[in-house]
């Protein structure tokens, strides 16, 4: 098996990449880069052997087979549409498109490079996911009519703010629908249904980031119309309370993951049916603890539940087989869509918004031009704000106390 050659760029996460390429799924780490010095070096020192960069032009050029992006939230398609040019594989950190019409662009890329472009979606391969999967595969449930995903990850005000380092970081700027493929990639992973129609709506509280710098709403819920005419409910984002949960309803019974204390609940899946529609040797409700498909001793060292193992496992395999991955460029870009949409959504309180099918021209070509969006950086007519309360400002007392914390940090930016 030859070994994949892989370079990241953003070594904030990429730091779980940097500790996951290696030849347990055929991959190499040989070149980082980030333009925060600082943390590359740090990074650098314990990688020797590894080259570091800090600008993504000379990074691209090092010989390497495919990059991990692991830079800003929303910035992540023109890295991909460079790296796909210069014929490289692709494996991206969600979002795959800031703006609609990245992601029509980036469809565009991939198809013509003939490259692997993968979602690096890890939440879809948690062991329950994986097993929520296996059993909606054999029929037991019947086909989804209703499903709900939740991911809910509030933390204390010190870690929210280090972790969002400058004044217009992305994660103090990001809508809260944005960050939506958590929940959602996994429902579309065991239903393997795609969304049509999407309505969004958002939960303004700004007593809770009056001690920190962030401008956006902490909460949202997305209501999604599938393919198959199912309806799925997405729930996020910071809000008091966490949870990150899963809950998929067929034709013919239904299946959840266990509600308790802790990340990801009990972990368990539960599995009923009504006592009406019970077929033979079939229980009426079975609770038990999912095992994995196989690779338990690397899943079970990885972080995230064990999905930062397989993501890295199914893009090795990706590059190795010539085939898409399950995560490819079209889920990728339909469910982060759902994120950008629902925001438009959420502007209205609720309007209903057609998703475009991203695998065809004819379609998704309406949002081509499409470059609406709430990032600083993209500042001009129409920009959309962060908050459904609009262009908010942070309080005095939370950008001194971000600042404090950032200083910590040795962030040298604004
Ligand atoms: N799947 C998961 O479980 C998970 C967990 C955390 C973060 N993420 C995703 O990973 C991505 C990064 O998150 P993060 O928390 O590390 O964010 P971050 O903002 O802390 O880190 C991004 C890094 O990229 C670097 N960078 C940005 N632009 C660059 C450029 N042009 N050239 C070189 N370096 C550049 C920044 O300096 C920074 O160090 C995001 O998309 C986030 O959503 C995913």
Redesign the pocket.
């Known amino acids: 098996m030859e070994i994949i050659k892989v370079g990241v ?6 730091q779980s990449f940097i500790a996951g390429l290696t030849p347990d799924v055929g991959m190499e780490l040989v070149a980082i ?4 010095e600082e ?1 590359l070096n740090t990074v650098g020192e314990k990688h020797p052997s590894v080259s570091t960069y ?1 600008d ?1 032009d000379e990074f691209l050029k090092h010989d390497m087979d495919a990059v991990v992006l ?4 929303h ?2 398609a023109p ?1 991909a549409i460079k790296a796909l040019k210069a014929g490289k594989h692709v494996m991206s ?3 795959c498109n800031g703006t609609m019409a990245e992601g029509v662009e980036l469809c565009r890329a991939v198809e013509e490079s003939g490259k692997i472009y993968m979602l ?3 939440y879809p391969y948690s062991k329950f996911n994986q097993e929520m999967r296996r059993v909606y595969q054999t029929g037991e449930i019947g086909e989804v009519t209703y499903a709900e995903g939740e991911y809910n990850d509030p933390m204390p005000v010190h870690d929210r703010v280090a ?1 969002s ?1 400058g004044i217009n ?3 103090n700027w990001i809508p809260s629908t944005y ?1 939506c493929t ?1 929940a959602l990639a996994p429902l579309m992973y065991i239903t393997d249904t795609m969304p049509v129609k999407i309505n969004g709506f958002s939960i303004a509280m700004p007593e809770n980031e009056a001690m920190t710098a962030r401008r956006s709403d902490p909460g949202s819920v997305i209501v999604c119309r599938m393919d198959n005419g199912a309806v799925f409910r997405i729930f996020g984002l910071v809000l008091p309370g966490h949870s990150n949960w899963y809950r998929v309803h067929g034709k013919r019974g239904a299946m959840e993951i266990g509600r308790a204390p802790g990340y990801f609940g009990d972990g368990k899946v539960r599995v009923w049916h009504d006592p009406w529609d019970l077929k033979e040797g079939e229980e009426e409700n079975r609770v038990y603890d999912p095992e994995w498909p196989e690779n338990a001793e690397l899943a079970n060292k990885a972080g ?1 539940g064990g ?1 930062d193992f397989w993501t890295n496992f199914h893009f090795s395999n990706a590059i190795r087989s010539g085939e898409q991955p399950f995560l490819d460029v079209y889920r990728g870009v339909a469910m982060s869509s759902v994120g950008i949409l629902a925001w438009r959504s959420a502007l209205e309180d609720g309007t209903p918004l057609d998703l475009p099918d991203f695998r065809d021209e004819a379609s998704r070509k309406a949002f081509e031009d499409d470059h609406w969006g709430p990032w600083p950086t993209d500042d001009g007519p129409g920009e959309a704000p962060p908050s459904i309360l609009g262009f908010t400002e942070p309080t005095e007392e939370g950008l001194a106390n971000s600042r404090k914390i950032w200083d910590d940090l040795g962030y040298k930016g604004e």
């Open positions: 760029l953003g070594v904030g996460r990429g880069c980030d333009t925060w943390r800090t993504y692991a830079n800003f939230f910035e992540h890295f950190e969600t979002s690096a979606e890890n972790i380092a970081h992305w994660r960050y958590h995230h999905g």
